[in-house]
DNA sequence: TATCTTTGACTGAACGGTTGGTCAAAGATA
DNA sequence: TATCTTTGACCAACCGTTCAGTCAAAGATA
């Protein structure tokens, strides 16, 4: 049959696809998917350009497997037991220390999906995902809000949501030197 | 002398300057900078590649006009007296709104603005000016939390910052459907 | 008025360099 | 040996940029 067992080839291949996945979100996040060349997210992965196309079959398809692979990690993250549905004032502190240790965590990722959504020409190959996921996390919100009796559960969720944003957004731009303690000190003062 | 005086010629180049800018600022906000090409930005300017040389001498520099362009109608806004230095509740609510209103109609270049700052090879381009706009409405914000008798101005203006920012970007991908109205009297029980 | 001259805006073919993508050949392993 | 991985030279297409040449407009001339 093979050298290899059809197995371990297959653990092999999963690994370095692996490997080409986490370049590729290295070097498009910092350079923007037109501005990212195949040649840069090879030698990112230390292979060579040929070796690329065997794992993924376009630069566009690799942006796809980026944007699911980011997706389906928030998705999990959303799922986590013990990160959903706040009911306390504790457990809303709690879940937004998360939720700001998830996006820091996956700072590049989250850094392509703000740029892809804000260019019209690529943002359709995240919207749908994102919509979904936006949507998930906004029915949390306002159920906690309806919960805590706001007079408006539904505004109150979006400001929180853009609270989040453009929190995440600050993060992105300056990492070091953001007060994020006396700002998350303030979010809860203010929202939970 | 010349079958045009040079001051016809000055307004004629002045005028098809701002024709090319206001050219490559829908472009590039839609396609990113390596995503926007020249003959793209040409075309949808109405004039030859080659004409777009004579009034710019690279796409770098282009895009530095854009920037200077863009920051100097921000820096304008700031000093303007009519939108400056909220003391009330009022001025602190008109103040947000004119915020949000400018940035609504220079949703281009607030796109672009964003999408640069969030990829560090591009983001030394706009940094500096950036850095200075957003240091200048942080220290607006910091004295009018302050006189308002904030326990911690600085965090409740860099919160103040992060809804903004957060407005801005939600505005941004989704302009309709926004319930602006009901989140901005939202922010104003909140902050104002 | 009719013709000539001068100007600079304007064009698009062409250039060198880079891109995403292909493929024949070599390497590695059991 | 048989099979899959890996390489890098290679290609057509496209990029930003240049430049030789065209053109309309307006002053100058008689």
Redesign the pocket.
């Given at each position: 049959?093979?050298?290899?067992t059809q197995q371990q080839?297959q653990e092999?291949?999963e690994q370095?696809k692996m490997q080409i996945l986490n370049a590729a979100l290295k070097v498009i996040a910092n350079h923007g998917y037109n501005g990212?060349?195949?040649?840069m997210i090879a030698r990112e992965a230390g292979?060579?350009?040929?070796?690329l196309?065997?794992y993924y079959e376009?630069?566009?398809q690799l942006l796809e497997a980026l944007i699911s692979f980011g997706m389906e990690k928030a998705a999990a993250f959303m799922e986590d037991p013990d990160a959903g549905k706040p009911h306390s004032k504790e457990s809303f502190a709690a879940m937004l220390r998360k939720m700001i240790q998830m996006v820091m965590q996956e700072s590049d990722f989250w850094r392509m999906y703000t740029t892809l959504l804000l260019q019209p020409n690529m943002s359709g190959k995240i919207q749908p995902q994102a919509q979904k996921f936006v949507e998930q996390y906004l029915g949390i919100y306002i159920a906690y809000f309806q919960k805590k009796g706001s007079r408006n559960p539904m505004a109150e969720a979006m400001l929180f949501g853009a609270v989040l944003d453009g929190l995440m957004f600050d993060l992105m731009v300056a990492p070091d030197q953001y007060p994020l303690e006396e700002v998350l000190e303030m979010i809860v003062e203010k929202f939970a």
């Open positions: 049959m093979s050298p290899k080839f092999l291949r370095k990212a060349t195949i040649s292979i060579s350009k040929g070796l196309y065997s376009s630069k566009e």
